[in-house]
């Protein structure tokens, strides 16, 4: 089976993450598998020299660049069995490109503000032949708005590098930090409403001495600064910036994670990185957590930072308790490594490519 799956984004981050993943999820699987998407960012640097990559989308600052985007679009789905797209404007122009008519069309709902049931995107919607939800709690709603068409939905697959590492006071001094400290921390952009403030005030509340760990970068980190001041927590805060080479490392590192927010993807991607590195991860009861949390027995759940002070607090206070939810979240991401995710997204596929399959993308 050939899949073309198309992202009109640059960066890696959010959608093109999960198509990304997807895409290596489908070749481990045993599958062929194209990913096409923007150059020019993080995303194309990242697949330099990947074979199943292309980057000949465009920025889109003139008509014409338009017009080139949707001629790529229609030379994926001529080579194609099935055709994914992940975001509205990925979706609006393959059915403009006419990638429908030459191969099934696949949408993956990537965020719950996607779902619109305005005339307009339910008749976008409905040129589907089926679609992928970002959890289970958004499956029917995504069927009703493709007018009944198949869906499941479908996690995001974690990497390998994302594994049980060493004993957290073993990763801190590795990373320079004491080893006796406990750490709390977050992953994410450092954004306003990213739940950075939520770990600070958690943090300020807990009844256990700890350092902060702030893992991500962005425009919010000044604010959040002053706001670590005002609690009277800055000199306990360290602010990691952006890091992906080491960062299982640094989740190692942390006695608990807090997911308080969810990212611009819907998949939470983040909770089973952390999971998979044996971590417990305290989380809101956000939609979507309870695909991948389950409540003292792969991580926590709770709603404010009180309750997430509290929950640290028990971790640092019953280490046995931390290190069986750590176990258990481990081994409860078995089945989201990619070749079982690939496994599961091609059953789904299959149910729409055509007997008479394409020949293939030409080179």
Do not use: Y
Not at 159 to 187: K, S, W
Not at 198 to 211: S, T, Y
């Amino acid at each position: 089976m050939h899949v073309g799956l198309a992202v009109s984004s640059n960066r890696f981050t959010g959608a093109a993450a999960v198509a990304e993943h997807w895409c290596r999820a489908l070749h481990a699987a045993g599958h062929e598998a194209r990913l096409l998407f923007v150059a020019g960012a993080n995303l194309e640097r990242r697949l330099i020299g990947v074979p199943w990559a292309i980057p000949d989308l465009v920025k889109e600052r003139r008509s014409g660049d338009i017009w080139s985007n949707i001629r790529a679009l229609r030379r994926l789905a001529e080579g194609s069995d099935v055709v994914m797209t992940f975001l509205p404007h990925d979706h609006i122009e393959a059915l403009i490109a006419g990638a429908h008519r030459s191969a099934p069309l696949v949408r993956a709902f990537r965020n719950p503000r996607h779902l619109r049931k305005d005339p307009f995107h339910r008749w976008v919607a409905q040129r589907c032949s089926g679609a992928l939800a970002p959890f289970e709690s958004l499956l029917e709603r995504t069927e009703q708005l493709i007018g009944g068409r198949p869906a499941m939905s479908l996690l995001v697959p974690v990497e390998d590098r994302f594994r049980p590492g060493p004993d957290p006071r073993e990763a801190r001094q590795l990373l320079g930090m004491d080893r006796v400290t406990p750490v709390i921390g977050m992953v994410g952009k450092l954004a306003h409403g990213r739940g950075f403030e939520m770990l600070l005030d958690a943090a300020a509340r807990a009844r256990n001495h700890c350092r902060i760990l702030a893992v991500g970068h962005g425009e919010f980190q000044p604010s959040l600064e002053r706001h670590s001041q005002d609690l009277g927590i800055s000199d306990h805060v360290i602010w990691a910036g952006k890091r992906e080479e080491d960062l299982p490392l640094l989740l190692g590192a942390m006695d608990a994670v807090v997911f308080a927010a969810p990212g611009s993807d819907w998949g939470h991607r983040a909770i089973s990185e952390v999971q998979a590195c044996a971590r417990p991860v305290i989380a809101r009861p956000l939609a979507g957590v309870e695909d991948l949390v389950r409540h003292e027995r792969t991580g926590l759940i709770t709603e404010n930072p009180q309750g997430i002070a509290n929950a640290f607090d028990r971790l640092i206070d019953e280490p046995d308790f931390a290190r069986t939810l750590g176990l258990g979240a481990s081994e409860a991401t078995a089945d989201r490594r990619f070749e079982a995710i690939g496994r599961r997204l091609a059953t789904f596929l299959e149910e729409f490519s055509p007997v008479d399959r394409s020949p293939g993308w030409r080179n």
